[in-house]
């Protein structure tokens, strides 16, 4: 049995090492399995800690075997009985209360405008007004952004829409803050298109802009006819390609998404191998996938079942054996909070200036506005709130799951494809966890070190 990584600090306070009963064991609920050519890595999703096991050492945690007294003592077996949810339920609330709380809001998803340049056939922001934010409103929230932030670095997402569409909001933004001595930096979640040569410069240097999601639907046929980009001059495809090597070259991480249902995803396979080889020098951006959601309805399911599933894990395996594989990294502390809307330093502001918690909502449940700040600390906390279904008190990953009862993908549901795709998020995650130890020389990474942020999860679309 191997170490690859730690349990997490915060894991072994709040969680102790148990004593040993005299009584049957069984493998933990909350031990992940995923097979590899060494033998079975084992991940225990509360105490994040990740072993190498051999197939025998597998086989007899897995039927409980009293020889197992090392992983009962780290949690991998426990007696039969145990209920081990409400455990994992009382740890991450006490992680909650004792979270460090920052002094102001550091963290602004600006909607630069609500248009698009795209037409991307699957937007969840299909049929939605287009609309710009105009200079003044610009200008109001740096004022607004250097008022709340209390001295503290802010990061400004630039969203949309397509946010290059309003360069000049993002220039006001930037340069007022700037000449207020606010320290930034920025990301941005395009399509691409709009940049070029100058433009890279400028959200280098001005924009202090350090990462950029860029989507690409397939390779250039597929891409051109899927994104249908509004006056579009040549081809989509090889513009953007181009204009990501220009963002690389100036020093932004770049992070390519791909979005994958049945029609495309063997296209995608064609992707993934062209751009291994046409981003095989020293500066690579990274490269992930989605399955696209349905947004017919309220916490519709991703996918369109078992053979969607299927086959996007088949490629994002591909994709992970490249050296631009990404995909998110295993949690190294215990996650106090779901994502943007249900943390306290997060904001969206909308281009008429009214303020949110959520990036997927940009008509609805809005808490305030950057003139009277925040007005509706009612729906701030509603915002808080988590649901739970049945399911949860026997799901592997429930310590990595936060469902938000304001959220419409995740609403009051968890359906089999829900948890099947998170179950392959989280193998994927395992096995990559993994890799990057083999290529680190076996290095352990400490147990509450903040790995680099592949973080895709509440960012971007």
Not at 23 to 39: D, V
Not at 184 to 190: K, T
Not at 209 to 228: C, P, S, V
Request: hydrophobic residues 35%; aromatic residues 8%; contains cysteine.
């Amino acid at each position: 049995m191997q170490t690859i990584l730690p349990p997490m600090n915060a894991a072994q306070k709040l969680c102790p090492e148990p004593k040993i009963a005299d009584c049957p064991y069984r493998l933990s609920q909350f031990a992940l399995s995923a097979p590899c050519e060494e033998g079975v890595l084992l991940y225990n999703t509360l105490t994040g800690e990740l072993l190498l096991l051999s197939e025998k050492e597998y086989r007899g945690a897995a039927n409980g075997d009293e020889e197992g007294e090392d992983l009962k003592k780290r949690r991998f077996l426990v007696p039969e009985d145990y209920d081990e949810y409400t455990l994992c339920r009382q740890i991450l609330s006490v992680a909650r209360l004792l979270a460090p709380k920052k002094k102001g809001i550091t963290g602004f998803t600006v909607f630069t405008t609500t248009d698009c340049n795209a037409r991307c056939p699957y937007c969840y922001e299909l049929g939605r007004p287009r609309v710009p934010m105009s200079d003044r409103t610009a200008a109001d929230a740096a004022d607004f952004i250097a008022r709340v932030s209390e001295g503290e670095k802010v990061t400004l997402s630039w969203f949309g829409g397509e946010p290059l569409m309003n360069v000049r909001a993002i220039d006001i933004i930037t340069s007022e803050l700037a000449g207020r001595g606010v320290p930034f930096a920025s990301r941005i979640v395009s399509n691409g298109y709009l940049f070029d040569a100058g433009l890279v410069r400028t959200a280098k240097e001005k924009w202090a802009l350090e990462f950029a999601q860029i989507t690409l639907d397939g390779t250039e046929e597929t891409y051109n006819r899927i994104k249908g980009i509004v006056n579009c001059e040549g081809s989509a495809f090889s513009r953007v390609l181009s204009n990501i090597g220009l963002l690389l070259d100036a020093g932004v991480r770049v992070q390519i998404r791909l979005n994958v249902d049945l029609d495309n995803v063997r296209d995608l396979s064609k992707l993934t191998g062209y751009l291994a080889e046409r981003f095989s020098g020293e500066r690579k951006p990274s490269l992930y996938s989605v399955l696209i959601h349905d947004f017919s309805s309220p916490g519709a399911s991703p996918g369109v079942g078992a053979e969607a599933l299927a086959a996007w894990d088949e490629l994002q395996r591909k994709i992970l054996s490249t050296p631009l594989g990404s995909v998110r990294r295993l949690p190294r502390s215990i996650r106090a909070n779901g994502c943007m809307a249900d943390i306290d330093s997060s904001v969206t502001i909308l281009p008429d200036g009214r303020i949110g918690k959520c990036e997927h909502e940009s008509e609805q449940l809005f808490v305030g506005s950057i003139y009277d700040g925040i007005t509706d600390p009612e729906t701030v906390e509603r915002w808080r709130e988590r649901v739970e279904v049945p399911e949860c008190r026997t799901c592997a990953l429930s310590p990595l799951c936060t469902r938000l009862r304001l959220c419409s993908w995740t609403a009051d549901r968890c359906g089999d494809e829900d948890r099947e795709r998170m179950r392959l998020s989280a193998e994927q995650m395992i096995i990559n966890e993994y890799k990057r130890s083999l290529m680190n020389g076996g290095d352990k990474i400490e147990a509450d070190e903040d790995p680099e942020k592949d973080d895709f999860s509440g960012f971007g679309r």
